[in-house]
């Protein structure tokens, strides 16, 4: 069977499906582990379950964190799959530290493939499915250059500093977006729409004539939204551009609350994730890295991506 054609089956999270494969034997189980419940990774596990429904003889079972930097739930998770005998782990990492779990995989026989974000220098993963996340970042840099009067000033609400892919988000930014605008300041936000919030209204009260904010992730730029609006601060006044084009990004894009957002396709991680994942638990030959791509959103082309 070829990778292309692997389309798997729904089942509950606790795997008890009654399942069968063709030839009448037991499903090959898989795991596939997200690290919260917000539109990004619900609309990849949608995606799993899509293919989840029409295969019989792969069996998914769920696992999903309670935040960006639930590095515990992950763990527990993982070992959880561990002991179900999972033949393979989709999972976005939360950090390196779910990485010993990880091992504990591999050394049991299961292959791991990463979604969304890598492990930098482990060499457990059978393959890497995510955004090409430096890429990304120059886009949204690149753009930012060519939209920004010379003298700019811009925030940047950072993700969690230290996750490798939300990194390079940034790094990829500031590449591109060379000496056209200076970076006044850069807070970790944790991803959390919350602490999005209480960071730009920290930015807007120290540097009241920033000129624009560039979040690393979605959640923080919504909080970015609200701050900016109770700063009194018009629609447009301040350029925003987010990572992700999340469904509450893409609305506030077309309002023309938001000025663009670099948007990944999670539905099409998801379901290569899983696909990877069981062609290598099949023996099959898989790629090491799998780009699912970006594309710059504005206010003219927002619509298709809903």
């Not at 309670?66 to 998770?77: A, V």
Request: charged share 20%.
């Amino acid at each position: 069977m070829t990778l292309a054609s692997l389309v798997l089956a729904s089942c509950s999270s606790n795997g008890d499906t009654g399942k069968a494969d063709a030839g009448g034997g037991e499903p090959l189980k898989v795991g596939f582990i997200t690290k919260f419940p917000v539109d990004f990774y619900d609309i990849m596990v949608d995606a799993v379950k899509k293919y989840d429904a029409a295969q019989a003889d792969v069996e998914v079972i769920y696992g999903q964190g309670k935040s960006g930097t639930d590095d515990e739930g992950e763990i527990n998770h993982i070992e959880n799959m561990i002991a179900k005998g999972v033949k393979a782990i989709a999972i976005t990492p939360t950090s390196p530290a779910v990485q010993t779990a990880l091992d504990k995989a591999v050394q049991a026989g299961i292959k791991v493939v990463l979604v969304d974000n890598d492990i930098p220098g482990w060499a457990g993963k059978s393959s890497v499915v995510a955004t090409d996340n430096l890429a990304g970042g120059k886009l949204a840099g690149t753009w930012l250059a060519g939209n920004l009067k010379a003298g700019a000033k811009i925030g940047v609400l950072q993700g969690r500093v230290g996750n490798p892919s939300l990194d390079d988000r940034v790094k990829g930014l500031k590449e591109t977006l060379g000496s056209k605008a200076t970076v006044v300041s850069e807070p970790a936000t944790d991803c959390d729409q919350t602490k999005g919030l209480n960071a730009a209204q920290d930015m807007l009260t120290a540097h009241p004539d920033l000129t624009a904010i560039y979040g690393a992730c979605g959640p923080p730029i919504i909080g970015a939204l609200q701050a900016i609006k109770a700063a009194g601060k018009k629609p447009g006044d301040i350029t925003v551009i987010g990572f992700d084009a999340s469904p509450d990004e893409l609305t506030a894009i077309k309002a023309g609350d938001q000025t663009g957002s670099v948007a990944q396709f999670p539905a099409k991680m998801g379901s290569l994730g899983i696909e990877t994942a069981v062609a290598a638990a099949r023996g099959e030959t898989v790629q090491p890295s799998v780009d699912t791509g970006t594309e710059m959103v504005t206010k003219e082309n927002a619509a298709s991506f809903t």
